[in-house]
């Protein structure tokens, strides 16, 4: 085979596999974010948060990482449904989310990044799953299980949102509270539990992508800061509130930057992917998947 | 520099505020006094300091022109303060330009990139539009670690010029003393926006972008206006830090701590008037200095984040707000 298409099959298949991670970082981005208006930001680090308790249980229990990730969803879910108390409090009650919202989502995620450098260090942490040093050959195309496993189980989660959302009342009262609240009140929801219920999973996504996250690569406390751009950009190309446009546009993100990293050097994958991003910002504001506002 | 887009109108004399003329001279006053008084300290670390607290009194000042006054979110403060410490980095080694003129050229870049982000995002509002600016930094950070002109990213070396200009007692003090002059502006420029017409066209459009367009307001080139004098005026705030510290590495110059300061400032001082980001710079900024020199860096990110989570939960208006609801 032609090197250079061997080489850009790879780019463009692990780049699939990578998105599978991307779409597991943004898919919760994508609930608080596109569904509730809660402008997030400080998402990606709680997915560092995540992915930092998931090597530590994982030096001390040595149980799979991406179990221990799903055990750690309802922890995570937890601290999501708290957050979203203060920020009802202090913010939305008040009616000025926007700067102030934005604001306190930032300093909370100074808090988080800062607490982790102090109580488990600036180093490096990662995981050695019992897969990780497993990899497919089909053909000229490497399949590294260390990438492909995270993006399966990342995908199988969304997946089970997605049936989630369609098809329970609360999921479908979720994706009522995105559209209108006041017409929830009419149907004898509460648009703030429902709220409340809806961020706690989005953090708990946040903590599985961490998981996967710290099975793909090593993680320090300030991981976190390349995947703020990424995951709102994926969740803005996506369309906000779809989580299928969401995954797609994960993936496209994955293949673009990996691509370019393969064929110019990696330090110039974020400028193409942002790039990107700003074009599709500029050119056409829903998202390349979104409907009309 | 960026004052003459300010259309020189008539006050409309409001009750017992300074004019124009005599804000600026009581910033030239203050600048003179406070310039005075650190050479009478006249030690290097009291330089250092106060040019690291000055440096965030600009930046401060700078963000809070665009995301106090009209309201839009800048997450990329710390690009544009790069793009000014670059600048001089780029200027100083491709012409041998002193650092007054790289400042100069800093603005006019800074400027430059404030007008084009305008240009780009003009159609996003809220948190469309802070994370556009978030993505202009990266994409920005990716050009300067990709130059290998300016270091890349291993950095690069800018040596203070031996002979000291004006007369100054060591080059740390003119440093300082320009960057009181700058924040001194700084703060004049921002108090003119404040009082001028174009200050009440981004406060209306702050408040209802929509109703302030259909009242006449030309909200375009408001925010046009807005987003290059602030650029240019963060850029300015960037372009001494080559000389603070000898180095400079792309990393730490984007370094979110900029942004994230930028941000709280104002926020923690109040975003409604030029004396909010003042205030909120020089405690922030004293905060931290205090806490590198006594704790540790790591330990000042984490009490930038906690006063600025506690001051947006309980005192959504600033320090000034605390103030002006007891009067």
């Known amino acids: ?238 369309g906000l509130s779809s989580l299928g446009g969401c995954v797609l546009a994960a993936l496209a993100f994955g293949v673009v930057e990996n691509v370019t990293a393969s064929f110019f050097g990696p330090s110039w994958s974020p400028a193409v992917a942002f790039g990107c991003l700003l074009l599709v910002l500029a050119i056409r504001p829903q998202g390349l998947f979104g409907r009309m506002a | 520099m960026s004052e003459a887009i300010i259309p020189a109108l008539p006050t409309q004399a409001p009750r017992r505020r300074l004019g124009h003329a005599g804000f600026w001279l009581a910033a030239t006053a203050a600048a003179a006094i406070l310039i005075l008084a650190l050479r009478g300290m006249g030690s290097e670390y009291a330089y250092f300091a106060a040019t690291f607290v000055l440096q965030y009194v600009v930046l401060a000042t700078a963000w809070n022109i665009l995301g106090g006054y009209a309201g839009y979110v800048n997450f990329g403060a710390a690009a544009f303060f790069a793009a000014g410490a670059y600048t001089t980095v780029a200027v100083s080694k491709a012409f041998g330009l002193s650092l007054l003129p790289c400042i100069g050229i800093a603005a006019l870049v800074g400027g430059a990139l404030g007008l084009g982000t305008g240009i780009l995002t003009l159609r996003l509002r809220g948190a469309y539009f802070a994370i556009a600016t978030l993505c202009l930094s990266v994409v920005l950070q990716t050009f300067i670690v990709n130059w290998s002109y300016v270091g890349g990213s291993r950095g690069a070396y800018i040596l203070r010029p031996r002979d000291v200009p004006l007369g100054f007692d060591s080059y740390g003090g003119y440093l300082c003393a320009v960057v009181v002059v700058l924040a001194a502006a700084a703060i004049a420029i921002a ?106 860096s790591a330990a000042n990110l984490l009490i930038v984040g906690v006063v600025l989570v506690v001051f947006v939960c309980v005192a959504p208006h600033g320090i000034i707000g605390l103030f002006r609801r007891r009067r």
């Open chain 1, 1 to 238: 085979m032609d090197p250079d298409l061997a080489l850009l099959l790879n780019g463009v298949v692990s780049g699939l596999l990578l998105g599978g991670l991307y779409a597991a970082a943004a898919a919760g981005l994508s609930i608080s974010f596109g569904m509730l208006d809660v402008v997030n930001i400080a998402h990606p680090a709680f997915m560092v948060l995540g992915a930092l308790i998931v090597a530590l249980l994982w030096g001390a229990t040595g149980l799979d990482p991406l179990l221990l990730s799903i055990l750690l969803a309802p922890a995570f879910w937890a601290l999501g449904a708290g957050l979203y108390v203060i920020y009802h409090h202090f913010f939305e009650r008040r009616g000025d989310e926007a700067i102030q919202g934005l604001a306190f989502f930032f300093g909370v995620m100074f808090i988080v990044e800062v607490g982790l450098v102090l109580a488990v260090g600036p180093e490096q942490h990662f995981v050695d799953a019992a897969y990780a040093a497993t990899t497919w050959r089909l053909g000229e195309i490497d399949v590294p299980l260390r990438m492909l496993v995270p993006a399966v189980v990342a995908l199988a989660a969304i997946g089970a949102l997605a049936l989630f959302l369609r098809h329970s009342f609360t999921g479908r009262a979720i994706a009522a509270v995105a559209q209108d609240r006041d017409a929830l009140r009419l149907l004898a929801i509460d648009p703030i539990r429902i709220k409340r219920l809806a961020f706690g999973i989005s953090l708990a996504f946040a903590g599985l992508a961490g998981g996967a996250l710290v099975v793909v690569q090593p993680v320090d406390a300030w991981s976190g800061h390349v995947f703020i751009g990424r995951v709102f950009a994926i969740v803005i190309m996506g």
């Open chain 2, 191 to 296: 108090r003119s926006i404040e009082v001028s017409r174009l200050g009440l066209g981004l406060a209306a459009l702050r408040d209802d972008e929509a109703a302030a367009e259909a009242a006449g307001v030309p909200t375009l080139r408001l925010k046009l206006i807005a987003t290059s004098i602030s650029g240019a005026m963060m850029a300015v705030a960037g372009a001494p830090l080559p000389y603070l510290g000898s180095y400079i590495e792309p990393a730490s110059a984007f370094g979110l701590s900029y942004a994230v300061n930028a941000i709280a400032m104002p926020l923690i001082g109040g975003t409604a008037s030029w004396a909010g980001p003042l205030i909120g710079a020089v405690l922030l900024a004293s905060l931290q200095q205090a806490a590198t020199v006594t704790i540790s």
